[in-house]
């Protein structure tokens, strides 16, 4: 079933498999994706696609700076009729909420997701109201140095499971996207090959997958590298742990293993842990990303020992 969303998606983004996986894999861990890079590289294509690979319920939520918090969240609206407030739902209210360049929007519509993204529920008028399962939210943004956007606070961006750069195509798959998106584009012909209560079952199924306590031990000795780590000013949230152990489960559930991998949480930790992190100004000074840090953390951790035995624990550059 996997391989039939994976296929779908990569039949509209030509050229990004390891994007396309990432996605699935954030999916099937029951968390929210941010899709960063210059405009025109198909961000939104990407989030699009993937919602609309799946039969769920799927809303749009175009961020621009005069958009209110509570186009976001919903509000309540008084009936003339009834003598009563009634609560109308806003956007926010479906499966997949694909929130197009993000940070355009104020700092006060931006905190709108906070609760919706960790909690999945909404309160207005101390009601709180339950967001349908599953639910995911795949936010698009521009780099923060371009002309209109507001950066996303750090409690904004820790609730992101992973963040992922789409990047220019090649030139082949440039040429090939030209044949099949320069006539018409191949959303219109695009149909779900999964359904909402599919992907419940997915996910149930990644919640099972074993992961060892050497493992563990690995995924948070790698986040505890990033809070003492010279190089940066903040370190990775408990929350991250927890987010880089899920899409392990996740990663190892595609590659059709039931069991983690320290290989799993290697490969995971760039997009997992780095859009958290807050480069000391050093490092800003030499010009290194969180990127490279985390990089090099995952060099210098030792891996587990009874995986460096085994050979299981190859280091992934």
Known sequence: MVERVRASVESVIEGKPEAVRIALTVMLAEGHLLIEDVPGVGKTMLAKTLARSVDCTVRRIQFTPDLLPSDVTGTNIFDQNRRDFEFRPGAIFAQIVVGDEINRASPKTQSALLESMEERQVTIDGTSYELPSPFMVIATQNPVEMEGTYPLPEAQRDRFMARISIGYPGPEAEL????????ASPLDGLRPVAHSHDILGLIEAVRSVHVADTVRRYAVDLVGATRTSPELRLGASPRATLH????????????????????????????????RLLP???????????????????????IPRPFADQGAGARRG
């Open 244 to 275: 880089l152990l899920r899409a392990a489960r996740a990663a190892a559930a595609l590659e059709g293993r039931d069991y983690v991998l320290p290989d799993d949480v290697q490969a995971l930790a760039v997009p997992v842990l780095a859009h």
């Open 280 to 302: 000391s100004a050093e490092t800003q000074l030499s010009r290194r990303s969180s990127e490279q840090v985390v990089r090099d953390l995952v060099q210098r951790l030792p």
């Open 176 to 183: 090939a996207m030209l044949d099949t998106h320069g006539g």
